[in-house]
């Protein structure tokens, strides 16, 4: 099994472009997250999804769109990218039977800058 | 709104040391606890978990913690740390409705 996989590894946008993190898993996972780590700040949870047509907001949603068409994809959309948003994103997946009692497997992570 | 308070921003400590990091979590509901590792360069890994039974649960690498339903805490202990240790710490929660909050880290370094 390939776990998590996030696309791309790395990248940089200019202020005002667009793009979309992709973030697929092949475990049939149900909850998916999305995940922004900047330095000293830890894990700020962004958007999360309990199952295919299902997202719901996190911490720190703003500037940030999701979708979950399927149970393996759950991409991130950055419509108007700007400098706040460098960071690094991390995809990850659990398998919640409704209280959520599994471990989140994460993604190797996108480094994203804007400038 | 559940959170995840993590007391300690650095720890430096000699190898052979004993380690503790504090965790602490406000929820009012049934909560999943857990410790995650992310050493320099990598993603997050599971150190272990917590979800019900014997409060003292133990992960890799002689990794444990001891879940305190009384003082909502869920600290990380090793009684000897070694050098390869060094790595950034999470404590996170997870709530019923499938959301999980994550402390802001500790990063711990290990002097050889």
């Known amino acids: 099994n390939a776990g998590v996989t996030q696309t791309p590894k790395f990248r940089i946008l200019k202020i005002g472009q667009s793009m979309t993190l992709q973030c697929t898993q092949d475990m049939n996972h149900n909850y998916m997250y999305w995940y922004r780590q900047d330095p000293g700040m830890g894990l700020k949870l962004i958007y999360y999804?309990?199952?295919?047509?299902?997202?719901d907001k996190g911490e720190v949603p703003n500037g940030y769109n999701v979708s979950r068409s399927t149970t393996e994809d759950f991409p991130l959309r950055l419509e108007l990218a700007a400098p706040s948003q460098t960071s690094v994103y991390f995809c990850a997946s659990s398998y919640g039977l409704g209280v959520a009692n599994t471990e989140a497997f994460f993604g190797q992570g996108t480094r994203l800058t804007v400038v | 709104a559940q959170s995840v308070s993590q007391h300690n921003h650095h720890v430096i400590l000699s190898e052979a040391a004993s380690l503790e990091l504090g965790c602490n979590y406000s929820?009012?509901?049934?909560?999943?606890l857990f410790w995650y590792v992310q050493y320099p360069g990598q993603h997050l890994q599971l150190l272990l978990k917590y979800f019900s039974g014997d409060p003292l649960v133990k992960g890799i690498k002689g990794f444990e913690a001891e879940f305190i339903k009384s003082k909502f805490s869920f600290n990380l202990r090793k009684p000897s740390v070694q050098w390869s240790d060094t790595a950034e710490y999470f404590c996170?929660?997870?709530?019923?409705?499938?959301?999980?909050?994550f402390g802001d880290g500790t990063t711990l370094t290990v002097k050889p």
């Open positions: 929820y009012g509901g049934t909560v999943n």
């Open positions: 999804s309990v199952g295919a047509g299902i997202t």
């Open positions: 996170a929660v997870n709530a019923p409705s499938g959301k999980s909050t």
